[in-house]
């Protein structure tokens, strides 16, 4: 797979530029790290676990950054990796790049549909004779055209909804404060600290109430990842990958554990339900109706952030399947712009079919709730693929894991334990009804995507594209091309 490489006086393929600043790497990592989940989903992750959703969150972003650690140390390794799609078909072989490329492709396009309904009933909220059709269908039109300008708009956009959100938590946390250390009084009495375990302790639910956390809390999770596929288009990735990976746990810590412990102090957590937003009624619990319906824009700006990051890492996942021989060619042609248009076209067409789910009937939410739970089954496989690959790493490059700047903590030890995490997160989907049906439809995915391997691995324009890959990785590290694992 091609990025950037330094200019040439040879005729050459257009590749993708290094646009991404250090601002906008930090930015679309925090945008990446606070998913619409903590937003929109923790209303029900509180009523949920209680107080104890705090540790659920603290384990989930702890086990994430060692993910995300290695990631960064596979993805400098050879700056020739424009995504872990890539590190995948040259580690584990072509399959394993195959199946992560279009697995995480299909993740992001389920959230994005379940982005533009989101997006069209917050819409509705501020505008309630607002047909649900024309929000969805600008929202895809806008964030079509931001991103067909050049990357450094989609910087730009991803940029200021991330700082949306931020000031938003801040704000939270602030008032939040406020009202416990002045005494703040309401129907369901003082707000105070002491609310985190005066009604039935941390863990009120017992152990499956905690439980129940997880499975819920880890879709707030997704799209932690999504800066390593900046990785092609970072300036001086060197230096702003490392930055944006390493701040992980400080915004964990204040984004989601400081702002749930301040809504849990303020109301305590028996007032919290599934389907309202616990940000939007703290700010109209302290009076502040104005703020309330800042909030609503907030979440929608919250969601329009998500479905942004869909659309361009989807676009970028199945230009780079394309360059691999894994997609249709078509898809790896980049426009005078450098990006890669027919890619954005393919993700936008299908986040139109969320308009179309808008008007499927009244079990919208519930279908949602499914394909959601599928998203996240999907997302955990992408994750896992990033350690295997980092295990193949250490096996087969010994040389460059010695010689890196950016080693993952803990090494190999670390991510067996980051593997028996993730076993016991697919145990939590199987202990209710709604999760366990999605966790026993995911493989369906996995069995369409066995088949269409099979018949594209031997084909010879696959064979010849993913040697031209393999090629330009070795041209560009400057190392001997070591034996390929088997195609299986």
């Known amino acids: 797979m091609t ?28 945008g990446g790290a606070i998913g619409t989940g903590l937003f929109m989903g923790s209303g029900k992750t509180i009523s949920a676990a209680g107080p104890s959703v705090i540790f659920v969150y603290m384990i989930i972003g702890f086990m994430l950054f060692f993910v995300m650690r290695a990631m960064g140390e596979l993805l400098l390794s050879n700056l020739n990796y424009k995504s872990f799609s890539d590190f995948a078909a040259d580690l584990l072989g072509p399959w394993a790049g195959f ?33 649900l059709w024309i929000p969805g269908l600008v929202t895809i039109a806008i964030l079509l055209l931001l991103n067909l300008t050049t990357v450094k708009a989609f910087g730009e956009t991803e940029f200021w909804f991330a700082l949306i959100k931020i000031i938003a938590i801040a ?34 639910n017992e152990f499956m109430g905690f439980v129940a956390g997880f499975q819920i809390a880890v879709f707030a999770f997704v799209g932690i990842e999504l800066v390593g ?26 984004f989601y554990v400081g702002a749930l412990i301040i809504l849990m102090s303020v109301t305590p957590w028996t007032q919290f339900a599934a389907g309202h937003s616990p940000f939007i009624a703290m700010f109209s619990l302290a009076g502040l109706g104005a703020a309330a319906t800042i ?24 230009y780079g399947l394309a360059q691999e021989g894994d997609a249709p060619s078509v898809f790896s042609k980049l426009s005078r712009r450098k990006v890669p248009q027919n890619a954005l076209f393919l993700s936008c067409v299908l986040l139109l079919s969320g308009v179309v789910l808008m008007y499927a009937g009244q079990d919208i939410g519930k279908a949602f709730d499914m394909v959601t739970t599928v998203s996240a089954v999907c997302f955990v496989f992408v994750w896992s693929i990033i350690l295997a690959s980092y ?54 995915w996995f069995v369409v995507l066995g088949i269409a391997w099979f018949i594209l691995r031997r084909r ?29």
């Open 391 to 444: 295990l193949a790493f250490r096996k087969r490059r010994p040389q460059l894991h010695d010689g890196s700047k950016f080693k993952m903590p803990g090494g190999i030890p670390m991510v067996w334990a980051v593997f028996a995490f993730f076993a016991f997160v697919l145990w939590t989907l199987t202990t209710q009804p709604d999760t366990l049906t999605a966790l026993l439809v995911t493989p369906v």
């Open 171 to 204: 704000a939270l946390i602030v008032v939040g404060l406020f009202m416990i250390f002045s005494g703040f009084q309401s129907d369901a009495g003082p707000a105070s600290f002491t609310n985190l375990w005066s009604h039935g302790g941390f863990f009120p």
């Open 99 to 131: 199946f992560t490329g279009w697995t995480y492709w299909f993740c992001w396009v389920i959230t994005g549909i379940a982005d533009v309904i989101a997006i069209a009933g917050y819409s509705q909220e501020l505008w309630p004779a607002l047909p």
């Open 3 to 30: 990025i950037q490489r330094p200019p040439s006086t040879t005729a050459e393929a257009p590749h993708l530029e290094r646009q991404l600043s250090n601002r906008h790497i930090q930015l679309i990592a925090i």
């Open 229 to 254: 596929t900046t990785a092609a288009e970072a300036k001086d990735p060197e230096k702003n990958l490392p930055k944006a990976i390493n701040s992980i746990p400080i915004r964990v810590l204040l």
């Open 295 to 318: 909030v609503n824009l907030v979440v929608l700006s919250s969601a329009m952030s998500s479905a942004n990051s869909g659309i361009y890492s989807t676009s970028r996942m199945v």
């Open 460 to 488: 010879p324009a696959h064979l010849a594209r993913y040697a031209a890959f393999q090629a330009e990785l070795v041209q560009e590290s400057g190392r001997a091309q070591e034996p390929e694992p088997a195609q299986k």
